[in-house]
C-alpha cells in the first residue's frame, strides 16, 4: 500500500475524533449555557441571634462562624479534614432530620427558583427537584454543588473531547495516546506527499 493509501486510511480512521474535537471545541471555546450550568449554589447566609464564644484548639488552622435558618455553625479547618461543630459545646454537629434539611436546601433554591424549582426527594444530603436538578450538601463544609441536565451534557462534551469514552482511565489514557500516534502519523505521511510531490 503506497503512501497516498495509507494517509487516505488514517484520515478515515480520524474522522470522526476530529469532527468531534472541533465541536466540542467551539462548545468550549463559546461556552453557551455554562453560566447555568456551574453556577456556584451556596447556603443562604443569615444573621447570628446571638453572641457566640469560640474557644480555639490548637489544631484549627481556619475558623468560620455561619448562621443559617437552622441556626448558627461553627466550621472548621484542620490538617486532617474540616469539621462542623456546635458553636457553644464544640461538639461534632449532626447532619439535621429530614424536615430541617430540606428547609436549609429549599431556601439556597429559593435563589433561583425557575432552574432549582422545589425539593422533590431528599436522600441523606442529597436532594432532587422539581426541575430535574441534583443538589449535594457536603455537610463538613456547610457547601452546595448542583447538577443539571445541562451540567451534565458538558461534562459528557468534556469527556468526549478528552477521548474519556470508556469507563476505566488506563484504557482512557491508551485511547488518548493512540488518537495522538495516528495524528501524527497522518501528518507524518501528508509531510512525505507534500515533499515527495516537490521532488
Known sequence: MNTRKHHRLLGLLLLLPLFGWALTGAVFILKPGYQGAYEQLAVRA????EEVQIRPEPHWRQVRLVGTLLGAHLLVTTD???LHLE???QRPLPLPDEAALRRLLQDAASVNPARYGDIVELEDSRARTSTGMRLHLDWSTLSLRQEGRDTRLINGLYRMHYLQWLPWAGANRMLGLAGLGLLLAMAG???RLCLGRRG
Open 80 to 82: 486532617g479534614r474540616p
Open 46 to 49: 443569615r444573621p447570628l441571634a
Open 189 to 191: 505521511l501528508g509531510l
Open 87 to 89: 458553636p457553644g459545646s
